[in-house]
């Protein structure tokens, strides 16, 4: 089966190196989508959790194996470090291997858009003056994960599909609903700034798109829990896309069959 091809794909915090990555979807993404433009929109490697606690299984090789082969056969491949991976910043400027490392870009779509391309930990204010509570809250962040794993463990053998429960544990959290909205109005009132017409970024792990007044705000999402790409058409067509892992997948089709 040929590979899906777009002109270019987003993607952003898949936290390799955590128990949490979901590594096998993304492989199996990279695997079916081609593209002539890859952005890596920061958090790909996580060196956090690496320093914490090392864990990095032959499937992490893998997708950057994947990465590097397809930065090989011509794809032209921007990696903008995150705050995870803010040690490869100081790297910002050149070109490793095939891929070239910037602190940010400017991408221009097929239909002339121009779309200010960041990881967005700049924006946020508990990364950027408080690291220490960034990184008590990366630890509550990764205990609801695998509370995560064991609740749906047990709907699988209850037989029902997988549900999130720290996705809906954070987003039913005010302050979280309006740590977001600050996050996504900042981003778009940087954009309007530089004078370009749309920002995409990641870094708070909710896949996005929408208008904030004349800015169009793109989020890539994550690929712990939603497993998401932003992916532009031949025509310049922006689309936000869901790649289900393999066991959600059956699971889903077992529960709407």
């Keep these: 089966m040929p590979a899906t091809w777009y002109r270019t794909i987003w993607l952003s915090d ?39 606690a090392p864990y990095w299984p032959q499937l992490h090789s893998d997708v950057i194996r994947k990465i590097l082969s397809k930065a090989r056969a011509g794809t032209a491949v921007t990696f903008i470090p995150g705050n995870h991976d803010e040690y490869v910043r100081r790297f910002c400027g050149l070109q490793l291997g095939n891929i070239l490392v910037r602190e940010e870009a400017v991408h221009l779509t097929a239909d002339g858009r121009s779309l200010l391309v960041i990881h967005g930990d700049e924006f946020d204010g508990v990364t950027r003056c408080h690291r220490w509570l960034a990184v008590t809250g990366d630890l509550g962040y990764e205990i609801l994960l695998v509370l995560n794993r064991w609740f749906n463990h047990a709907r699988r053998i209850l037989g029902f599909g997988y549900w999130s429960l720290s996705a809906y544990v954070k987003w039913k959290i005010k302050r979280a609903v309006s740590f977001v909205a600050d996050f996504e109005a900042s981003l778009a009132h940087e954009a309007t700034r530089r004078s370009v017409q749309g920002v995409i970024c990641g870094h708070i792990h909710k896949a996005e798109m929408r208008w904030i007044g004349r800015i169009l705000y793109c989020n890539t999402g994550d690929w712990v829990e939603s497993c998401t790409a932003l992916v532009e058409h031949a025509d310049g067509e922006l689309e936000l896309q869901t790649h289900l892992p393999t066991g959600r997948r059956a699971a889903a089709e077992a529960v709407f069959a």
Excluded at 22 to 42: P, R, S
């Design 14 to 52: 898949v936290h390799l190196g955590t128990r949490g990555s979901k590594a096998q979807a993304l492989l199996e993404f990279l695997d079916t989508h081609d593209c002539d433009y890859l952005y890596l929109v920061g958090d790909i490697i996580d060196f956090w959790r690496l320093k914490r």
